[in-house]
Structure formats: C-alpha cells, structure tokens
T-cell receptor
Framework: KAGVTQTPRYLIKTRGQQVTLSCSPI?????VSWYQQTPGQGLQFLFE???????NKGNFPGRFSGRQFSNSRSEMNVSTLELGDSALYLC??????????????FGPGTRLTVT | AQTVTQSQPEMSVQEAETVTLSCTYD???????LFWYKQPPSRQMILVIR??????QNATENRFSVNFQKAAKSFSLKISDSQLGDAAMYFC????????????FGAGTRLTVKP
C-alpha cells in the first residue's frame, strides 16, 4: 500500500505570494492533518480534515487554510506569504478519528522557503 | 492545554549499547495516547511505538520499549542494541482520548549512534 505523498517536495516563493500544497493520504484513510515544522517552534498542528470538513484547527492566522476532497486528498493554502512561513509542512493521515484506529502516518513533507 | 517536554536536545550512544530518551507531559485527562516518532535525516516521520494510558503494561516493539509512569506523567523510550540506522530525531507526542487528531509534540531529541 502506498504511503502518504506530498507535492511538491520543495518550493521557493516570494513574500506576498500565495502557495498551495497537496497531500494524498494512504488509501482508505479519511483523516488528514497538517503540521508546520520549524527549528524554533518545532512541530505545530495546523488543522485536521475528515470527510471533507475541517474538524480541528491550531493557533495559526487565517492566512492558513485548507480543504479536503471527496477522495480524501487534501490541500493547504497559505496566502500573503511571510518570511516566517518558511518551514517543513508535514501531512499525516489516519484511518479514522476515533480511539480505535487513530495512528497517524506522515508524508515526506514539503519544504517551503519564502524569500 | 497539554504540553510535552523532552529535556534532552541531544543524546549519543555507542553502537550495540542501550540508550533511554526522556519525555514528560502535562495533562488533566485520565485517558490519552502517547507516541514516539522517529524522523531520520530524510525527514519522513515514522511511528516507533505507542502507548494507551489505560494500559499498565509498557509497550514494546522489538528493540524499542517504553517506561510509562502515569502518575509521574513520564514516558521514556529505551532503545536496546542500538544500530547506526537508529540515528535520527525522536519526538514524543501526546494525543487526547477524544475524537481529535491534534497531536502535541515535544521539541525532539537528536540521537547520534557512534560506530
């Protein structure tokens, strides 16, 4: 079974631009979560999508948004990029949200550099 | 809010020896889940081991085992017979019992394995 895939793997953008990152979960997984990883702040939860609905959101400004499609693939969008948005963005999928099958499997990440 | 603390930014171990990575957490919940993730230099996060708080027995996965002390809110990872491939960043993570895939991560411990 294929793992979580993220595209693109690397991205360079300029301040003020917007960017869209994509995540394809493991086949059959319905929950997709997004995390931002930086040297200073570590791993921080952005949001979670399940059945095309945002279920939970971390403490990030409204410039960060996402969506999930009917095939469970997810995208996250960052508008009006700032230098501080430079990070590794990780996507994780899990089968469900309930207590039984909640283990999250991570993708390789998208390295975003904002100049 | 739940917080996870890893007090050892870096650890080193000789190949074939044993090393223990520390993790403490703060929560008011009685049921929750704890994880150790490994992030090798290639950046893909891999689940190493998980522990359900309601289980008193410590989880083990081959050379990896945990020492879960619920009252002390401590969750350490022991790696036995360390191998060169164990070199990575190790993250301790907490997940609430509720239907919520927002995981809280510690800052990580960088493990070096010396040949």
């Amino acid at each position: 079974k294929a793992g979580v895939t993220q595209t693109p793997r690397y991205l360079i953008k300029t301040r003020g631009q917007q960017v869209t990152l994509s995540c394809s979960p493991i086949s059959g997984h319905r929950s997709v979560s997004w995390y931002q990883q930086t040297p200073g702040q570590g791993l921080q939860f952005l949001f979670e999508y399940f059945s095309e609905t945002q279920r939970n959101k971390g403490n990030f400004p409204g410039r960060f948004s996402g969506r999930q499609f009917s095939n469970s693939r997810s995208e996250m969008n960052v508008s009006t990029l700032e230098l501080g948005d430079s990070a590794l963005y990780l996507c994780a999928s899990s089968l469900t949200r309930t207590s039984g099958d909640y283990e999250q499997y991570f993708g390789p990440g998208t390295r975003l550099t904002v100049t | 809010a739940q917080t996870v603390t890893q007090s050892q930014p870096e650890m080193s171990v000789q190949e074939a020896e044993t090393v223990t990575l520390s993790c403490t957490y703060d929560t008011s919940e009685s049921d929750y889940y704890l994880f150790w993730y490994k992030q090798p230099p290639s950046r893909q996060m891999i689940l190493v081991i998980r522990q359900e708080a309601y289980k008193q027995q410590n989880a083990t996965e081959n050379r990896f085992s945990v020492n879960f002390q619920k009252a002390a809110k401590s969750f350490s990872l022991k790696i036995s017979d360390s191998q060169l491939g164990d070199a990575a960043m190790y993250f301790c993570a907490y997940r609430t019992q509720y239907n919520n895939n927002d995981m809280r991560f510690g800052a990580g411990t960088r493990l070096t394995v010396k040949p």
